[in-house]
């Protein structure tokens, strides 16, 4: 079965720009969670979807958003870049939760290194 | 809010010993879940191993262990038999039993050097 797959796995921007990227989940898994790991700030939650329909959201401004398609793959949005949305971009995905009460883990890809000059 | 804390930013192991990475939490929640992810240079996070809050049990994955002390609000992990495969960065992570998918809350990390 294939992992969960990102693209691109590079990118290079300038500030004021806009940026999309792009995760496929392993087939069958219908939430996804995208996380910003930056090595001051560490692995922060941006969003997770699930059938399409934002199920959560952290603490990051308008700026970040997010998608999901009804195949279930996803893409986030990153718009006017600063300096500072330098980061590896992780997207995760998991089998949907029985009820509340689950351990399902999430997968992660192997994430989207954004550089911004 | 819930948060999460390894206070080890380094550890060390020789080959073939055991180690123990430690993990602090602090939440009000009964229902929850803990995680140990792996990331190695590559990049990929990896599930290590996970333990539901409500089983006093501790979990076990073939070299890896926890030891979930839940009054005390921690969760180690112990690695036997080193392995140079081993080294990587190490989270602990925590989930809330109400959210039923996403939202893992990372710690810092531990980065874990194996010395042949």
């Known amino acids: 079965k294939a992992g969960v797959t990102q693209t691109p796995r590079y990118l290079i921007k300038t500030r004021g720009q806009q940026v999309t990227l792009s995760c496929s989940p392993i087939?069958?898994?219908?939430?996804v969670s995208w996380y910003q790991q930056t090595p001051g700030q560490g692995l922060q939650f941006l969003f997770e979807?699930?059938?399409?329909?934002?199920?959560n959201k952290g603490n990051f401004p308008g700026r970040f958003s997010g998608r999901q398609f009804s195949n279930s793959r996803s893409e986030m949005n990153v718009s006017t870049l600063e300096l500072g949305d330098s980061a590896l971009y992780l997207c995760?995905?998991?089998?949907?939760?029985?009820?509340?009460?689950?351990?399902?883990?999430?997968?992660f890809g192997d994430g989207t290194r954004l550089s911004i000059l | 809010a819930q948060t999460v804390t390894q206070s080890q930013p380094e550890m060390s192991v020789q080959e073939a010993e055991t180690v123990t990475l430690s993990c602090t939490y602090d939440?009000?929640?009964?229902?929850?879940?803990l995680f140990w992810y792996k990331q190695p240079p590559s990049r990929q996070m990896i599930l290590v191993i996970r333990?539901?809050?409500?089983?006093?049990q501790n979990a076990t994955e073939n070299r890896f262990s926890v030891n979930f002390q839940k009054a005390a609000k921690s969760f180690s992990l112990k690695i036997s038999d080193s392995q140079l495969g081993d080294a990587a960065m190490y989270f602990c992570?925590?989930?809330?039993?109400?959210?039923?998918?996403?939202?893992?809350?990372f710690g810092q990390g531990t980065e874990l050097s194996v010395k042949p």
């Open positions: 979807y699930f059938s399409e329909t934002q199920r």
């Open positions: 333990q539901e809050a409500y089983k006093q």
């Open positions: 939440t009000s929640e009964s229902d929850y879940y």
């Open positions: 087939s069958g898994h219908r939430s």
């Open positions: 992570a925590y989930r809330s039993g109400l959210d039923q998918g996403g939202k893992l809350i």
């Open positions: 995760a995905s998991s089998l949907p939760g029985q009820g509340a009460r689950s351990n399902q883990p999430q997968h």
